[in-house]
């Protein structure tokens, strides 16, 4: 890959790409080393979504599908174990990027059952368990910024372990997890941890913001509204990184960097367009901003290294005009706060949905290995 890739400029940019999409066979065949040596790959996210559709196309998971059923493995056992395997391989693949970065990328993430959203203390235990059963020092452990999950992320990070905090879609949310991560980092100090070792990243959520209020949008059909059309997703994101800004600036971060921690990244997920009217790579092109990480899907990666826009920081210095955004919008007759409450509230129930298509497609296999 020549040096002028869009993506080599991104990187540049100071974005890390991550890879939004896990398979067995990703890792069996190369192609996730191939995307890391020659597409600027740095990390992978997964989500039950994600491990839905890599088991539904399952032939790569055969020999341990029949090795589970010989042992009489329970559906849910196996579902930990078939992901679970996936992930560590994923962190042997990116322990060199690990290495390299000194911990910052080369980050992979899996999510805690999502039929857990809703409970701090099992959400908890679940974080707690799939560090141990991974046992990588490159992962990631994803809860979702519920509010139930707030103080998840606080407890998990207090004993030291690296957290992706997701389905954040509102920046008053984002600075409720911000918050959450600065306890967790002082717990974790007052405990004994190397604050050094911890990383952590907060996922806001991009292109179902636009889905949503252009859904909206359309509704009202109106001449204020439609001239909003498309324009919200990139705002919220801008507003979301001007709150790091200010959150990462001040003295309590301070003290705690000086003791060695790692700041809480933005990660731009769900950066695939649904909007065929949008350019295809527009979630990526806009929201260019050193230090913040965008996970995207194959397609989008691939359609970035094509004809990618990289121009420069795209995030910082946009909080005012993105609030003009977001004041039209209001003005024009869209509940922002309902807007939010739904797209989170729908996130977790697909994932829920997924999750229950997996835990599907494991029984059935494990059915007709048993014969």
Known sequence: MSDNNPLAALSEAGVSIW????????????????????????????????????????????????????????????????????????????????????????????????????????????????????????????????????????????????????????????????????????????????????????????????????KRIDALDTPAAHAQRGKAAIANARLAYSAFEDVFDGDRWGALAEAGANPQRPLWASTGVKDPAYPDTRYVDELVGDGVVNTMPEKTLHAVADHGDIHGNTVAGKASEAKQVFDSLTEAGIDIDDVYAVLESEGVEKFEKSWTELLDTVTAQLDQAKG
């Open 19 to 214: 890879l939004d999409d896990l398979s067995r066979q990703r890792l069996t065949t190369g192609n996730l080393v191939d995307l890391i040596e020659n597409s600027h790959v740095v990390g992978v996210t997964t989500n039950p979504t994600i491990f839905a559709g890599a088991l539904s196309n399952g032939a790569s998971y055969d020999e341990q599908v029949r090795e589970l059923a010989a042992r009489g493995a329970s559906v849910d056992a196996a579902v930990r174990e078939i992901t679970t395997t996936d992930v560590r391989n994923a962190c042997d693949v990116f322990r060199g990027t690990w290495e390299r970065t000194d911990g910052l990328d080369g980050r992979v993430s899996i999510e805690v059952d999502p039929r857990l959203a809703h409970d701090t203390e099992r959400t908890v235990a679940e974080a707690l368990d799939l560090w141990k059963t991974v046992d990588r020092p490159n992962l990631m452990v994803k809860i979702p910024a519920t509010v139930e999950g707030l103080p998840a992320i606080t407890r998990v990070l207090a004993e030291g372990i690296s957290v992706n905090v997701t389905l954040i879609f509102s920046v008053d949310r984002y600075r409720d997890v911000m918050d959450a991560f600065l306890a967790g980092l002082e717990q974790a100090k007052e405990n004994g941890h190397d604050l050094a070792s911890v990383h952590s990243v907060a996922s806001f959520f991009v292109s179902r913001v636009d889905s949503e209020v252009d």
